[in-house]
Each structure stands twice: as structure tokens, then as C-alpha cells.
């Protein structure tokens, strides 16, 4: 797949996902063969207003490159600005979110609350790609709700206005995350637009991935939450696709020393007492479907230090090895 000037090595991209996709996972997942990585979304008006956790999240590695940043905001001349920010931290691509469902983003008329405006979602990507000197994409729904299905015409508008790649969820704004992503207006989105589409939506296993390429014709997928706990997952996508391979499961032994490795690099970007507070919840993702989860989550709930975390790891593998 090649986004502007950028040529990816691969057919699956990391999901931006804000509290979860920063530089540590991002790092394993390209690690494990994620074409490319996409940060946490940041606030245009955040960054324009200095805020600290806003610039923060713009920070990342040279081992995750190629990386998308990307920008959330509704009006034109700040998401230029914000995106003149942004080219200091020279990312491969800037990214627009055009489909963030979460209240206090939506409700405030950004996010996926753009899927109603199509003329608004091609002034934007108009400015942000004037501001930029990389290419710029767009990640959208397949609209607000039901009454509103908008991505194709979006994608016309933001292709049109400048994006050099669309990303699409195959789901409403009202759909939030819950039922399966339609794989249709993906389909719709790719025939109606000569720039490269990338589909997304519960691509879990290899096989769903294949699904996704197959049905909707588009040019590379999205990994979100099937990554969560699994970054190897990326692994077993490429073998898939690239050489009809199936790599075995990592083994319970694997899984826990990729834990690890994950927490000891966020320890390293974060700081010990942030980078432990946030590995509870990734480590209960790397519990999923071991002897013992329940109580073995319960204790990732109270992670401290990464002492705790190595404690946690070596019982995990004694509950789950004979
Ligand atoms: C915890 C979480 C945070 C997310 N944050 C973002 C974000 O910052 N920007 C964005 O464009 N999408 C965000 N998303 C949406 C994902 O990128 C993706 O579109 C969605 O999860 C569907 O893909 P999946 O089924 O592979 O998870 C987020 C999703 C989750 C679950």
C-alpha cells in the first residue's frame, strides 16, 4: 500500500486509540509487523493552547515509524494551525478523526459529529493539508446514524479537498462499537474514490482481515481492539496474507514476557507509578482466555510497581503451564 510518498511493508495498520495506542504498544505492534502505527488523537484546540498533555501525546519513537498523528477539531483555521504544530514532530502522515463517538468529543460537533457536514469535513482536510508537508488522511464512520449514512459522500469530498487515504469504520456513530461493522459501505467507499482505502472494524484473526480485503476490495487494514493484550496479532496477519502461513498461538510463556516488555517501556516513557497505573487494564487484555483470568485480572487491577507486574506474570505462567 502507498499513502502519498509513504510505501507501507505491509497490509495491516495499528488503530489509533486514545488511552490505550501510546509509544509502548505502539512500539510491539510495529515490532510485530504493524505497517504502520497511528498515535493517540490530540485536541487541535490543546495544542494550540499549549496544553501539556496535548503535546505530550505527540511524542514517539524512530522505532515506530512510519507514524500517523492525528488531530481531532471542527474548525478549519485551528486544525491548520495545530497541524503547522504537528510537521515539528515529522510524522509520516497526519491523520483527521472523523469518527470519534465519544460524547464529550462528538457533542462538541467533532469527531464523528463531522459525518453530518460533509462541506465542513473538506474545508478542514482543505487547511490541514495547506499546513502540512506530508500527506494528509481522514479516518471516518459510515455516518452519524442510519439516516445519516454520509461516508461515501465524505470520502468523495475529502478526497476531492486533498486526503491522500480514507480510512473506514464500518459503523454509525449510534452503532458506537457493538454491532458487526458493515462491510458494504467499505465496499461502496472504495469504489467511489481513487485513493487508497483502508477498512476497519473487528478484524480479530487473519481470516477476518482476509474477509475484510475480499468483500470490500480495499487496499489494507485496521487492527483496534484485536490487538488489544494480542499485538502478535499483526504477526499472524501478515503471515496470512503475505505467505498463507498460519503461525502457531503464542505460547502463555510468550504472552507474559511481551506483558513485560510492554511494561517496562511504558515504565521507560511514562515514568513507573503512570506506566503501572495504565498497564492494569492492558494487562487484564493479556489475560483473555487463561486458566485463572478472573482473579489473575483482579490483580492487574491493583498494579503498583513493575515488581508487581513481573509477580503477576510468573503466576500466570505457573497456573497455566503443566
Ligand atoms: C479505547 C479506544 C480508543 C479509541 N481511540 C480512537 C482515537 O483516538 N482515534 C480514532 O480515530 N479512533 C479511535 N478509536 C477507534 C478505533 O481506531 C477503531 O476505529 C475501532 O475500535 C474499530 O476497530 P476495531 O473493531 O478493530 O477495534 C478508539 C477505539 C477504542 C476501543
Same mark, same amino acid.
Given at each position: 500500500?502507498?499513502? &502519498?510518498?509513504?510505501i507501507l511493508d505491509g497490509p495491516a495498520v495499528a488503530a489509533p486509540m486514545a488511552g490505550v495506542s501510546d509509544r509502548a504498544f505502539r512500539e510491539l505492534c510495529r515490532g510485530y509487523g504493524a505497517a504502520m ?15 501539556? /498533555? ?6 514517539? +519513537?524512530? +522505532?515506530?515509524?512510519?507514524? #500517523?498523528?492525528?488531530?481531532? &477539531?471542527?474548525?478549519?483555521?485551528? $486544525?491548520?494551525?495545530?497541524?503547522? $504544530? ?11 478523526? =472523523? +469518527? ?8 462538541? &460537533? ?16 482543505? #487547511? ?5 508537508n506530508v500527506p494528509v488522511t481522514v479516518k471516518i464512520r459510515k455516518g452519524w446514524d442510519e439516516e445519516t449514512v454520509t461516508a461515501v459522500e465524505v470520502a468523495k469530498i475529502c478526497e476531492q479537498a486533498g ?53 470490500? &476490495? ?7 481492539? +484485536? ?31 511481551? =506483558?513485560?516488555?510492554?511494561? /517496562? ?51 500466570v505462567i505457573q497456573a497455566n503451564t503443566l
Amino acid at each position: 500500500m502507498r499513502i &502519498g510518498n509513504i510505501i507501507l511493508d505491509g497490509p495491516a495498520v495499528a488503530a489509533p486509540m486514545a488511552g490505550v495506542s501510546d509509544r509502548a504498544f505502539r512500539e510491539l505492534c510495529r515490532g510485530y509487523g504493524a505497517a504502520m502505527t497511528y498515535g493517540e488523537m490530540v485536541s487541535c484546540k490543546g495544542l494550540l493552547y499549549h496544553d501539556r /498533555k496535548s503535546k505530550e501525546l505527540l511524542a514517539f +519513537g524512530e +522505532g515506530e515509524r512510519p507514524i #500517523a498523528l492525528q488531530l481531532f &477539531g471542527d474548525d478549519p483555521k485551528l $486544525m491548520g494551525e495545530a497541524a503547522a $504544530m504537528v510537521m515539528e514532530h515529522r510524522p509520516e502522515l497526519l491523520d483527521i478523526n =472523523m +469518527g470519534c463517538p465519544a460524547p464529550k468529543i462528538a457533542l462538541n &460537533g467533532c469527531g464523528s459529529a463531522l459525518m453530518k457536514n460533509p462541506e465542513l469535513c473538506g474545508r478542514i482536510v482543505e #487547511a490541514v493539508v495547506k499546513a502540512s508537508n506530508v500527506p494528509v488522511t481522514v479516518k471516518i464512520r459510515k455516518g452519524w446514524d442510519e439516516e445519516t449514512v454520509t461516508a461515501v459522500e465524505v470520502a468523495k469530498i475529502c478526497e476531492q479537498a486533498g486526503a491522500a487515504a480514507i480510512t473506514v469504520h464500518g459503523r454509525t456513530r449510534a452503532q458506537m462499537y457493538a454491532p458487526p461493522a458493515d462491510l458494504d459501505i467499505i465496499r461502496q467507499v472504495k469504489a467511489a474514490v481513487k485513493v487508497p482505502v483502508i477498512g476497519n472494524g473487528d478484524i480479530d484473526t487473519p481470516a477476518d482481515a482476509a474477509r475484510m480485503l475480499e468483500e470490500t &476490495g480495499c487496499d489494507g487494514v485496521m487492527v483496534g481492539r +484485536g490487538a488489544l493484550g494480542a499485538p502478535w496479532v499483526f504477526r499472524e496477519i501478515n503471515a496470512w496474507l503475505l505467505h498463507e502461513t498460519v503461525v502457531p498461538y503464542p505460547s502463555v510463556t510468550e504472552r507474559m514476557m511481551v =506483558m513485560l516488555k510492554q511494561g /517496562k517501556l511504558a515504565c521507560t516513557y511514562k515514568g513507573e507509578r503512570v506506566a503501572m497505573r495504565e498497564m492494569r487494564k492492558h494487562a487484564g487484555w493479556y489475560m483473555r482466555g487463561l486458566h485463572g483470568a478472573p482473579a489473575f485480572r483482579a490483580k492487574a487491577g491493583t498494579l503498583t510497581e513493575y515488581a508487581d507486574l513481573e509477580r503477576l506474570a510468573a503466576e500466570v505462567i505457573q497456573a497455566n503451564t503443566l
